[in-house]
């Protein structure tokens, strides 16, 4: 299957005119949804989404996927129907972005994160700095751990122009959550295609890893795991600075037990690339530093110049953005072919895809060069 068909996603309409799509392709989760409900906000694009999530053990919208629905149509007023657990279709009518203060609460263990990925490009075409107060899980299983969010993605996001702060009010743990977290956006006048900036890797300068245990957890598990992120870095890259932290979180800060690991690199022409994982019942400590390590010298040693999980994060940016955006990779995740069709369903953005050795891969994206309907160019 080719990782981006020739022909355009054929657009179709419900009879009250909002554009259909098809919630059970490709990647066939969650994801669909933020990136459909993100575009839809932003571009004013009327939405009917249909076999949510069809193809996975309990179908139809979690609540995770509810919170996140609910937070959209809280920043454009939209109006949003059929939208309940285990519902298998939407729809979302949106209105003008608004500005102010917003809060969602997953009121489980629901990532954070996933939260801040449909949310925060809507904020960007805002008229004003917004807050998000969003509450739930921030360091969770199958997402990014809200410290990937803000090492990782953010720095990486920035070369787009997009601006945010994050500020980690209290962390929350499976099953739990209970974590708090409040982002503050900054409105853009439109986002700046990326080219050379995600093109070129550079040398390895600097790695920086944080192991952390939480609750009554004891406190001299995140030594073990630093040791053993500490190995596998120093057998690949021996002339690498590495700088850890281990820590318990002080009591109070956190809700629930929580172990695991982040581990970020840096090069030499601005890159930055992250590995995570978390603690499973019953496993030694030490098998997340391992896991986490061996996830970031995957992402380094295919050579590109982000890893998989800001690949598909990205392609929202580079689908808005005024030109043209470029980024250098390992093969197209599914997620992030998912997040492709969706932008070419829903938008003119042009993406190409051109392999190069080592199996990775440069993605290029004509973007539509969306404008802040309140700013002006210039600003």
């Known amino acids: 299957m080719e990782a981006i068909p020739r022909e355009r996603p054929k657009q179709e309409f419900d009879s009250s005119g909002r554009l259909l799509i098809d919630g059970g392709v490709l990647e066939g989760g969650g994801q669909i949804l933020r990136n459909a409900a993100a575009l839809s906000c932003i571009l004013g694009i009327p939405i009917h989404v249909t076999n949510i999530r069809a193809g996975r053990d309990n179908p139809g919208l979690r609540p995770q996927h509810l919170s996140g629905l609910e937070l959209i149509a809280k920043l454009c007023g939209g109006k949003l129907e059929k939208c309940a657990v285990g519902s298998c279709e939407i729809t979302l009518d949106p209105g003008p972005i608004l500005s102010g203060e917003f809060v969602a609460d997953t009121k489980t263990a629901g990532s954070i994160c996933l939260l801040m990925q449909a949310a925060l490009p809507c904020l960007l075409f805002s008229a004003s700095e917004c807050s998000l107060r969003l ?50 956006s900054y409105p853009t006048p439109g986002l700046i295609g990326v080219k050379d900036g995600l093109t070129v890797r550079g040398e390895l300068v600097r790695i920086y890893s944080r192991a952390f245990v939480a609750g009554s957890l004891p406190p001299h598990l995140p030594t073990k795991i630093s040791q053993s ?13 590495l700088k850890q932290d281990s820590l318990k979180e002080p009591e109070g800060t956190a809700v629930g037990n929580g172990l695991g690991a982040i581990i970020v690199a840096e090069t030499s022409t601005g890159c930055v690339l992250g590995g995570s ?23 380094l040693h295919s050579g590109g110049c982000v890893d998989q999980h800001a690949q598909d994060q990205l392609i929202l940016l580079m689908t808005l953005a005024k030109g043209q955006s470029q980024m250098l990779c390992g093969p197209l995740t599914l997620h992030t072919q998912t997040a492709i069709h969706v932008s070419r369903l829903m938008t003119k953005a042009e993406f190409t895809v051109e392999e190069m050795d080592k199996g990775r891969v440069l993605l290029t994206c004509e973007g539509i060069g969306h404008v802040n309907p309140y700013l002006s160019a210039d600003s």
Do not use: H
Not at 148 to 157: G, I, L
């Open 135 to 184: 509450k739930g899980g921030t360091n969770c299983d199958m997402a990014p751990q809200i410290d990937y969010t803000a090492m990782v993605f953010k720095p990486v996001a920035e070369k787009f122009g997009m601006r945010f702060d994050v500020d980690i009010r209290r962390r929350g743990y499976y099953p739990k959550g209970g974590g708090e977290v409040v982002v503050t």
């Open 277 to 299: 994982a978390l603690g499973k019942p019953r496993t030694p400590a030490e098998e997340a530093g391992t896991a986490a390590a061996k996830e970031l010298l995957e992402a």
């Open 229 to 241: 992120i500490s190995k596998l870095v120093k057998q690949n890259f021996p002339k690498v600075e």
